[in-house]
Each structure stands twice: as structure tokens, then as C-alpha cells.
């Protein structure tokens, strides 16, 4: 998109806040694109007046009210963009919509399309979760490999759970794998990794399901705290039991230093549990 613009590109080898920045501002930047994690790292320095009119995150969920902290230091300016790799985007969150209602992914750009489907392949309800399919010009063909990624009329499967609410808008509750089933309920961890986000001790947080001899399976609470705050275990828990249901309480809370993360700033919630 730079090129068929004619627009500077400025790259940086490593992220890292103050150095961007400067960069931002020597440059007269006016479209930054990030991965939410680095949005975080971002506020924890002083902000100073930019020229960026676009913000673009995507690659991960946006924690918590980090959209409308984000934008409180430095304007209307975050857009959140939802997609996969092999379906580009899928819908694209305006500073508006992240304002009123700051969980949601926002709406299809034009020339693409998203469904809510059930196992079946029938659309569901407004309002209530199913798999995302998503169509427009821009699907891939296919791996390399050989491997199938699922297809509904055309749609292709993103491999994420969500729904669609009265005003249209799409939200996304998690990775199809990664809802888990806790004593005969359907619990998914973003939702208490959201809550958990906003809490001021938490600097971040990751919240998994892990295998639970009684329930099936439990949730986990991987938790990185701000410089200098206290927070115990017994509190985080009792954060959640006040604010969500019985069955979202994480049985387990962990302390850690950092989140391991790959090089696109995702959370490797394999590594978690090594680290705890």
C-alpha cells in the first residue's frame, strides 16, 4: 500500500517505544502500524503530539480499555483490523466504535462479507456465538502443504468464535480451540483475560485452559505486573468472582516476570505453563 502510494516507509529492526517515537515525530509520521502489545509499551512512556492521523493494530486482541487509554494520549486515531493471514482482513474497528463499545472488531470493509455459522453451516442468530467465515477477493488458495482450511459457500473458515450484536458490529470471543468446557460449561478465556486487563496492577495478562482431573478442564491466569504494585492471587480471584460467573474464576494464578511472546507479539500459551 506504501509504494502504490508513494509513502515513506520508516522500519525499524527492533520496537522500541522511545526510539519509535522520535521516529514518529522526525518523520512527521502520520500512519503507524502496531500489534497491541506494543500500543501497551507505547503508554508507558510519556506521550508527545504526533502528526499520525492512523493507528492500525492487529495481530492480537486489544486488552482491556487499551483502545480508549490509547487514544486518551493520543487521539481518535486507533483503528483495530480482524483478519487472518489466508483471508486478509475481515472487518476493520473505527476510533468511534472502539470508543462506544471498545470489545468489538468492528465491521466488514467493503467488498467483504462474515457470517456467524454453527457446525452445520447455518448462519445464527444475532447475538449468539458461532464459527467466523469470512469472503471477499482477497482468500488464498491454499497451503503449500496441502492442508485444508475449511470452506462454507464460499467463506472461509478464521478458526475464531464470535457473534455479531443488534448494530452489526463483530465481536470475536476467542480461538475456536482454545474455549474450553469446565465442569459442563462453555467458558471462554478472553473474557477474563479482558476483565483481568483492568485492573491498574496488571501490565498484562494471559488466561488458558489447562487439564483439571475433576472439571475437565480449569482456567489459568498468567499474570505480569506493573513496576513497584503488589497483587496476590486471592484478590485476582476474587476480582473475577465479584464481576463474572462462578465457572470464570481461574483456579490457578501465576506470577511471571514477562509473557513469552513470538516475534509478531503474540502470547505463546504453550510456553506458559513451562514458566509457571
Keep these: 500500500m506504501a509504494f502504490a502510494l508513494s509513502a515513506t516507509v520508516v522500519l525499524q529492526r527492533r520496537f522500541d517505544p522511545p526510539t519509535t517515537l522520535r521516529a514518529i515525530v522526525d518523520n512527521r509520521a502520520t500512519a503507524l502500524f502496531v500489534v497491541p502489545v506494543m500500543l501497551q509499551r507505547l503508554l508507558e512512556i510519556e506521550p508527545v503530539p504526533t502528526d499520525l492521523r492512523v493507528v492500525a493494530a492487529s495481530g ?14 493520543y487521539g481518535d486515531v486507533l483503528y ?7 483471508a486478509s482482513w475481515a472487518s ?25 455459522l454453527d ?22 488458495e491454499g497451503y503449500t502443504s496441502e492442508a485444508i482450511k475449511e470452506m462454507r459457500g464460499g467463506l472461509l473458515g478464521t478458526g475464531d468464535l464470535g457473534h455479531v450484536d443488534e448494530a ?45 482431573d475433576e472439571f475437565g478442564q480449569r482456567l489459568a491466569a498468567y499474570i505480569v505486573l506493573r513496576d513497584g504494585e503488589t497483587l496476590d492471587a486471592d484478590a485476582v480471584r476474587e476480582y473475577v468472582r465479584h464481576n463474572l460467573v462462578r465457572f470464570c474464576v481461574p483456579r490457578d494464578v501465576v506470577f511471571l516476570d514477562e509473557l513469552p511472546r513470538n516475534a509478531t507479539g503474540k502470547v505463546v500459551t504453550r510456553d506458559l505453563a513451562d514458566r509457571g
Design 168 to 212: 452489526g458490529l463483530l465481536y470475536v470471543d476467542g480461538r475456536e480451540d482454545d474455549m474450553i468446557v469446565s465442569g459442563g460449561e462453555n467458558v471462554f478465556p478472553r473474557l477474563v483475560e479482558d476483565l483481568l486487563a483492568t485492573l491498574p496492577q496488571i501490565r498484562e495478562v494471559a488466561v488458558v485452559g489447562v487439564p483439571d
Design 80 to 86: 483495530n483490523l480482524y483478519g487472518s493471514t489466508e
Design 60 to 73: 492480537s486482541s486489544l486488552p482491556g480499555g487499551l483502545a480508549a487509554r490509547f487514544m486518551d494520549a
Design 92 to 116: 476493520i474497528a473505527s476510533p468511534a466504535e472502539l470508543r462506544s463499545t471498545p470489545g468489538t472488531a468492528g465491521r466488514p470493509p467493503r467488498g467483504t462479507r462474515v457470517a456467524i
Design 119 to 140: 457446525r452445520g453451516g447455518r448462519e445464527v442468530p444475532t447475538g449468539h456465538v458461532g464459527r467466523i467465515f469470512v469472503g471477499n477477493a482477497m482468500l488464498f
